[in-house]
Structures are given as structure tokens and as C-alpha cells.
């Protein structure tokens, strides 16, 4: 079939690699967000999937448009004579004028069990959940976000060192595989659908930086858990000394302890509200990432100075 792929992020360009190299299906166009400023100097970088298709010798096929609601990219698809439109983390909702443009419509590879967690954020909240399983959902797209019918989904186990960035890229992964056996049914006219119960949909939304943000007043559990769900967006941090303190890498001692919330223990082992968190690797403002020991040794605290 020939195939146009929409996404921008990294899983979405692990997607494309994998439809390229599988060579059943062309892709005869690539639709990706523009360029956006990134690291120190904020100049403009290219998207994955830009990098990702020129290395693949796509480069022709990219359009990175600022919108898709400009009637030039209507005529810019329609010109294309796509088959199918493949959809992974693209960024943008397609109008209702863009989904009518291709015989087949578009695939969208969601990385959850649909209908929980429809949204941007669908990773992070399985891991935060302390979910036993998460999944990957294949579906066709419609203009309510998420919410159109399934075509294809699978179930895995959830493992209880999961980290969102190395699981949703995983996640998209085997939606590559899920696509490619997928296609083969929608050639031979065979592909069934489901509904989703809407009853049993939950939604999630856009991180920001302000979601890291550690309470010590929390459980140990949950902040152990919150480390790896915003890994590697949007961190987990808290303050010291009025600068930032990302933690990376934590275990849960269940051990109780009377000392104040946020109260640094002997082993680097953090107060909270239940159980104590044992921090293990943290990275200070401007610096790279260090064993939490070595962090605090050099730090020469005050014995009533805690963690914020």
C-alpha cells in the first residue's frame, strides 16, 4: 500500500524506520512538525522523523508544516494518492476535512490499553498508576481525540523497573508490528473494528515541568514511581537550597521514620510520608548526574536543612 506517516518525536521516527526496512508498503510522504529551537544556543533543530527520513533518503517526501489546516497541504495529500495514512505522536488533531482526504483514512498507534488513557501522556500514567500491564492500541482515527475505533491492540506485562522514555519507544515499537500485520488485512478488504466503551475511558494531558515537582509530603511509593513515569520529561525534581535537585534513580525503603518529611536520613535515604525514599543517583543544577552519596557528602548540611 502507499503509505503517508505523520509523527515527530523519536518513537515515531523508530515507527517509520521500521515500515522502510520491513519494504511491504512506499511511503510516498512524510509530514512532520517544523523545526523547533533546542539545547543551550536554541537554534532550530529538526524533528526525529525529519532526521530519520533524510538518513533513510526520504528527505524529497518531508513536508513540515506549521499547520495542516492550510488548503495547500489538502492539495499537497491529495496529490500523494496515499492509500493510508499512518499516524505516531504527530501533534496536531487532524480536521475532519484532512481525515476525508485518503481512500483508507489513518492508523493511529496509541501506546496504551484503549480506552484507558486516550491523551499525550498515556505512558507516564500507566507507570504512575503502578498499572500491572500496559499495551499498545491500533486505531482508526477520528476527530474525538483517541476515541475511534480499534483495529488491532496488544497486551504486555508492565515491569516494575519501566521508565516512560525506554517504554514508550518499546511500546511503538511492537504498534510498528501491530501496523505492518495490520495493512496486510486492510489490503485484502478483511479488517475488522471495534467500538471503544466510552464508559470506561480515561484521559490524560500535557506534562509540564511543574508535574515533577516532589512533594516529600507523598509516599515513598509514589515518588519511586514518579521518578521513572517522568523519565526522561519532565524530570523529578525537587529544591535545595533554592536550586533545583533532579532525582534519577530511587529505591523504596518501607522502614517507618518520625523525621520530617523531605529530612535527609543517613544513606541518602529521604523522609516522606510513608516510608522512606533511597535516593541513589541525582543530578544538581547545571551538573551531570552523580551518585547521590557523593552529592550529599559535599554538601556540609545543617542538621534542621531538608529537602524541599
Do not use: K
Not at 69 to 77: G, L, S, T
Amino acid at each position: 500500500m502507499r503509505l503517508i506517516v505523520l509523527g515527530t518525536p523519536q518513537p515515531a521516527a523508530l515507527v517509520l524506520e521500521r515500515i522502510v526496512r520491513d519494504g511491504r508498503h512506499t511511503v510516498v510522504g512524510v509530514i512532520t512538525q517544523p523545526d523547533r529551537p533546542a539545547g543551550r544556543g536554541g537554534q532550530p533543530q529538526p524533528p526525529p522523523v525529519r532526521r530519520t527520513a533524510d538518513a533513510l533518503g526520504l528527505g524529497a517526501l518531508v513536508v513540515q508544516p506549521a499547520t495542516l489546516r492550510d488548503p495547500a497541504m489538502h492539495a499537497w495529500i491529495a496529490a500523494t494518492r496515499a492509500d493510508v495514512g499512518v499516524v505516531a505522536a504527530y501533534g496536531e488533531i487532524l480536521r475532519r476535512d484532512v481525515l476525508a482526504l485518503l481512500p483508507h483514512g489513518y492508523l493511529n498507534i496509541h501506546p496504551s490499553l484503549l480506552p484507558r488513557y486516550r491523551g499525550p501522556a498515556p505512558v507516564s500514567a500507566a507507570i504512575l498508576a503502578g498499572d500491572a500491564a500496559t499495551g499498545v492500541s491500533l486505531m482508526r482515527l477520528t476527530r474525538r481525540m483517541d476515541a475511534g475505533p480499534i483495529v488491532a491492540q496488544t497486551t504486555v506485562v508492565l515491569p516494575g523497573d519501566a521508565r516512560a522514555g525506554s517504554l514508550t519507544d518499546a511500546l511503538f515499537m511492537l504498534g510498528a508490528d501491530l501496523l505492518l500485520a495490520t495493512l496486510e488485512t486492510l489490503a485484502h478488504g478483511t479488517l475488522s473494528e471495534r467500538a471503544q466503551d466510552e464508559a470506561a475511558a480515561t484521559y490524560t494531558r500535557l506534562l509540564t515541568r511543574d508535574d515533577g515537582r516532589i512533594s516529600w509530603a507523598a509516599p515513598a511509593q509514589h515518588l519511586e514511581r514518579m521518578i521513572r513515569a517522568y523519565d526522561p520529561w519532565p524530570g523529578a525534581w525537587c529544591l535545595w537550597r533554592g536550586a533545583p535537585l533532579r532525582i534519577l534513580d530511587a529505591a523504596v525503603d518501607p522502614a517507618p521514620t518520625d523525621a520530617r518529611p523531605g529530612c535527609v536520613l543517613p544513606d541518602m535515604r529521604i523522609a516522606t510520608a510513608a516510608g522512606r525514599l533511597a535516593v541513589r543517583v541525582v543530578q544538581p543544577a547545571g551538573r551531570r548526574a552523580m551518585p547521590a552519596a557523593d552529592w550529599w557528602r559535599g554538601q556540609r548540611a545543617h542538621a534542621d536543612e531538608c529537602l524541599q
